[in-house]
C-alpha cells in the first residue's frame, strides 16, 4: 500500500489532509497553507494563457 503525499510539498498526508480543487480535478493536502499555494499557482497559470 502507497501512502497519499501532499500535492504541494510532499508530505506525508494524514487523516486531517485537506482536499482542494484544481482545474476540475481534487488533490490532497497537508494543510491550508498547502492549499493556498496550489490555488495561486493555477490562478497564475491560467490567468498567464
Do not use: F, P, W, Y
Amino acid at each position: 500500500m502507497s501512502e497519499k503525499t501532499c500535492a504541494a510539498c510532499d508530505c506525508e498526508l494524514d487523516a486531517n489532509a485537506i482536499q482542494v480543487k484544481i482545474g476540475g480535478k481534487t488533490v490532497e493536502v497537508c494543510c491550508e497553507e498547502c492549499a493556498e499555494k496550489l490555488r495561486e499557482a493555477h490562478a497564475s497559470a491560467a490567468s498567464g494563457r
